[in-house]
């Protein structure tokens, strides 16, 4: 992942175009993903999943050969001791570097709670479909679909729009849009009633999730690839990376414990709310005027 991050950018002459070019990659990434989850509903109904080792491995075939096409640095570095001891001075150097960079040093705890929240949820979403919605087999399927189709259509329009709805400082405000789908996601598994017009609406509201977290994630990198120099992109997306991969394991120890504390209704409310907080903090003037001013 913090290889195909540090990609794109190498390419990119015009700091302008960075939010294009990362959209294009998310919308790559959005549509195989989709595909794969049309796949895995064919696997299912054909209960042999040995064919899915199958596409896995003509997948990263075709992955092998574009990378390879890529063309090399004329005078690569190449680097003979790769000790521990190196991998831990870089890793501390694309800490020092993220403690720097004042920008990513502000967001990067905010994205941290935000990570966690919807991982907790995402991890608990097969147990609310079953739980909630056990009538209609389809609805987890439906909710993978709808926040893979959001996350789409956000890239595209960001593609087409990205000159004027890319801008940094709208950046709490697709924050805060994942916040309130969440939180919707929560107050609409308290009607007492299921029907399929239930099931419909929980697929929009992850498709708008998808939709708002698609955009939010692609002014994030870039905002973090535009920050930083040429020679550190790949430090920098490595260590903000690193730091958010934490936010799923802990989301996977937390998810049991908190859903008996709370249940599962009341948490996923309470999560919804904490990341509708944790965007109204970069309102805060001191963290706006930061954002305003890598804007610039």
Not at 105 to 126: D, E, H, K
Not at 151 to 176: E, M, N, Q, S
Not at 218 to 230: D, L, R
Request: hydrophobic share 50%; with cysteine.
């Amino acid at each position: 992942m913090p290889l195909t991050e540090s990609i794109a950018p190498t390419f990119i002459q015009k700091d302008e175009d960075i939010v294009s070019a990362n959209s294009w990659v998310s919308l790559a990434s959005q549509v195989s993903s989709i595909v794969s989850s049309g796949f895995s509903v064919i696997m299912v109904m054909m209960k042999d999943p040995k064919y899915s080792l199958i596409f896995v491995m003509i997948s990263v075939i075709i992955s092998f050969v574009s990378l390879s096409r890529i063309k090399a640095d004329d005078k690569p570095q190449i680097h003979s001791d790769t000790s521990s001891f190196q991998l831990r001075l870089k890793i501390k150097e694309g800490i020092s570097l993220i403690y720097k960079n004042h920008l990513v040093s502000i967001m990067i705890p905010i994205a941290l709670v935000t990570n966690f929240c919807y991982w907790t949820i995402w991890l608990l979403m097969p147990k609310f479909s079953v739980d909630i919605y056990g009538k209609y087999s389809f609805t987890y399927n439906f909710m993978d679909i709808g926040v893979t189709i959001g996350g789409i259509l956000g890239t595209v329009v960001l593609t087409k729009l990205g000159k004027r709805i890319g801008k940094l400082h709208f950046y709490p405000v697709y924050l805060a849009g994942q916040a309130l789908s969440l939180l919707l996601l929560g107050l609409l598994s308290l009607v007492p009633f299921v029907n399929i017009i239930n099931v419909i609406l929980v697929g929009v509201i992850w498709f708008l999730y998808g939709f708002f977290n698609s955009i939010t994630a692609i002014i994030y990198f870039s905002a973090v690839q535009m920050s930083a120099s040429k020679s550190d992109i790949g430090k920098t997306v490595g260590a903000v990376l690193t730091i958010f991969s934490v936010a799923n394991p802990i989301a996977g120890i937390t998810s049991p414990f908190l859903l008996k504390l709370a249940g599962l209704r009341p948490l996923i409310i309470v999560l919804g709310l904490i990341m509708f907080l944790a965007a109204l903090i970069i309102y805060t003037p001191p963290c706006m005027k930061v954002l305003i001013e890598n804007e610039k």
